[in-house]
């Protein structure tokens, strides 16, 4: 199979969206590409005494809108076009929750896996020494991404504030709560998906509780969604995958069991009570609700026929591809889109950053309160747009975002 291109599939989703909205050529051809990208190349001290030199990423998509805001993913196949391709859609995705914010993703290639807490660490340091410039709480402001932690966050924040001086802890989101983090940032992602869900769920008059849910990809946000689909939605866990494989059981999984387990043995293999399955086959069983919570390009035209979830809840960022969406569409699998589905993520980062600013911080039921109004309006105006439009909920929600970011291009004179 030929490998997808991320950054190609993000752009092929912007021309329909354009195409629909009658967007005149320059507006177009500015949202099709990034505004600003910088690429480094920066030298990590290792344990054993050698250096290595890793390569790093910043893509500001488009400040149209606000400062720059978008995580930061370390991993082995990380390249220019996953990061261009996670900037476009945390710029749709800042604009379909109507936060201030532009949109950036960053990334370092690299096994984090392989790497020590020092190594780590120096690679954190690192990578803000080599990006510093571009940063800065008016400019672009990272946030946590896979493989990338609190802990993570906390020594980029240090770092930042080491090179210019001053406190600074707004320069970053996803901090550990005595740094300046938000109550509800750790569970936002998941949390914001469930709420969506929720009102999906009210919208298409199906009754969730005690109806199977299956979780591919059971890293943070995937193991939030697992616990909190059971808590607040009632939903039963029949499966879970991660990289090394899969588990089901029809009859129903605990949750917290298999995240305690899965924190205690770094996989799912061998969970008691349940039986092995492929990773690609947890896409594909009868579920009321499915959550792709892993990488890009999950669902293909090789699969997507195979998907018989009621509701597919995208919690990954770009986990189908576009010929794949048109099967889901026709075979009525109804799909809370990326960008909306994980927005929660991003929007208790931005509650972060207000509170950073104020240095006033919300206790844990104003942030859940505030979350779940953003993201109940963002849903409910994609669904407006879908019915009014009769067009899928990811084109949906791209005429909406889109729309707002062209009418700031256009207030300021850009095109
Ligand atoms: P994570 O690293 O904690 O988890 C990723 C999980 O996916 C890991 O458990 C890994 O084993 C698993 N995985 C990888 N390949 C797989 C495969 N082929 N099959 C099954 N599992 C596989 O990362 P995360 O923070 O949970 O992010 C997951 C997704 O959510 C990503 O697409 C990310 O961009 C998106 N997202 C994360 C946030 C956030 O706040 N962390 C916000 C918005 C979107």
Same mark, same amino acid.
């Given at each position: &199979?030929?490998?997808?291109?991320?950054?190609?599939?993000?752009?092929?989703?912007?021309?329909?969206?354009?195409?629909?909205?009658?967007?005149?050529?320059?507006?177009?051809?500015?949202?099709? %590409?990034?505004?600003?990208?910088?690429?480094?190349?920066?030298?990590?001290?290792? *344990?054993?005494?050698?250096?290595?030199?890793?390569?790093?990423?910043?893509?500001?998509?488009?400040?149209?809108?606000?400062?720059?805001?978008?995580?930061?993913?370390?991993?082995?196949?990380?390249?220019?076009?996953?990061?261009?391709?996670?900037?476009? %859609?945390?710029?749709?995705?800042?604009?379909?929750?109507?936060?201030?914010?532009?949109?950036?993703?960053?990334?370092?290639?690299?096994?984090?896996?392989? &790497?020590?807490?020092?190594?780590?660490?120096?690679?954190?340091?690192?990578?803000?020494?080599?990006?510093?410039?571009?940063?800065?709480?008016?400019? !672009?402001?990272?946030?946590?991404?896979?493989?990338?932690?609190?802990?993570?966050?906390? %020594?980029?924040?240090?770092?930042?504030?080491?090179?210019?001086?001053?406190?600074?802890?707004?320069?970053?989101?996803?901090?550990?709560?005595?740094?300046?983090?938000?109550?509800?940032?750790? !569970?936002?992602?998941?949390?914001?998906?469930?709420?969506?869900?929720?009102?999906?769920?009210?919208?298409?008059?199906? *009754?969730?509780?005690?109806?199977? &849910?299956?979780?591919?990809?059971?890293?943070?946000?995937?193991?939030?969604?697992?616990?909190?689909?059971?808590?607040?939605?009632?939903?039963?866990?029949?499966?879970?995958?991660?990289?090394?494989?899969?588990?089901?059981?029809?009859?129903?999984?605990?949750?917290?069991?298999?995240?305690?387990?899965?924190?205690?043995?770094?996989?799912?293999?061998?969970?008691?009570?349940?039986?092995?399955?492929?990773?690609?086959?947890?896409?594909?069983?009868?579920?009321?609700?499915?959550?792709?919570?892993?990488?890009?390009?999950?669902?293909?035209?090789?699969?997507?026929?195979?998907?018989?979830?009621?509701?597919?809840?995208?919690?990954?960022?770009?986990?189908?591809?576009?010929?794949?969406?048109?099967?889901?569409? !026709?075979?009525?699998?109804?799909?809370?889109? !990326?960008?909306?589905?994980?927005?929660?993520?991003?929007?208790?980062?931005?509650?972060?950053?207000?509170?950073?600013?104020?240095?006033?911080?919300?206790?844990?039921?104003?942030?859940?309160?505030?979350?779940?109004?953003?993201?109940?309006?963002?849903?409910?105006?994609?669904?407006?747009?879908?019915?009014?439009?009769?067009?899928? &909920?990811?084109?949906?929600?791209?005429?909406?975002?889109?729309?707002?970011?062209?009418?700031?291009?256009?207030?300021?004179? %850009?095109?």
């Amino acid at each position: &199979m030929v490998a997808l291109n991320p950054f190609a599939i993000a752009q092929q989703q912007l021309d329909r969206a354009a195409a629909r909205l009658g967007l005149d050529r320059a507006t177009h051809e500015l949202l099709r %590409w990034p505004q600003k990208e910088l690429i480094v190349a920066f030298p990590v001290q290792m *344990d054993d005494g050698s250096s290595r030199v890793f390569r790093g990423y910043r893509v500001q998509y488009n400040g149209a809108r606000g400062p720059s805001k978008g995580g930061i993913r370390w991993h082995p196949d990380e390249t220019i076009d996953t990061v261009r391709a996670l900037a476009a %859609w945390m710029t749709w995705k800042t604009s379909v929750v109507d936060i201030p914010l532009g949109g950036a993703t960053g990334g370092v290639t690299c096994n984090p896996k392989e &790497m020590s807490e020092g190594e780590k660490q120096r690679l954190a340091r690192g990578y803000i020494r080599a990006v510093a410039d571009v940063l800065g709480i008016s400019k !672009d402001v990272p946030g946590p991404d896979v493989y990338t932690t609190p802990q993570i966050m906390a %020594w980029m924040m240090d770092e930042y504030e080491t090179l210019v001086g001053e406190h600074h802890p707004g320069v970053i989101t996803g901090k550990p709560l005595p740094l300046g983090g938000s109550e509800g940032r750790s !569970d936002a992602t998941a949390r914001g998906g469930i709420y969506a869900t929720r009102e999906a769920a009210r919208e298409l008059g199906v *009754d969730l509780a005690g109806k199977p &849910m299956a979780v591919q990809g059971f890293g943070h946000v995937g193991q939030t969604a697992a616990l909190l689909g059971h808590e607040i939605l009632g939903l039963k866990l029949v499966a879970a995958s991660d990289s090394k494989g899969g588990i089901h059981n029809p009859k129903g999984l605990d949750p917290r069991a298999v995240v305690d387990y899965k924190h205690r043995t770094g996989s799912l293999q061998g969970f008691p009570g349940a039986e092995p399955i492929d990773t690609g086959a947890v896409l594909e069983l009868p579920v009321a609700l499915l959550f792709p919570a892993a990488l890009e390009n999950v669902i293909t035209v090789e699969n997507a026929a195979r998907i018989k979830a009621r509701i597919c809840c995208e919690l990954a960022n770009g986990p189908t591809t576009p010929d794949a969406d048109a099967i889901l569409s !026709d075979n009525g699998v109804f799909v809370v889109p !990326d960008f909306l589905a994980n927005a929660g993520g991003v929007t208790v980062s931005y509650f972060e950053q207000v509170q950073n600013t104020y240095n006033f911080y919300w206790p844990l039921s104003e942030v859940h309160q505030r979350l779940d109004e953003k993201m109940t309006r963002a849903f409910s105006g994609v669904y407006q747009m879908h019915t009014r439009e009769k067009v899928n &909920m990811r084109l949906a929600a791209y005429l909406v975002a889109v729309a707002r970011v062209a009418e700031a291009c256009k207030l300021r004179g %850009w095109v």
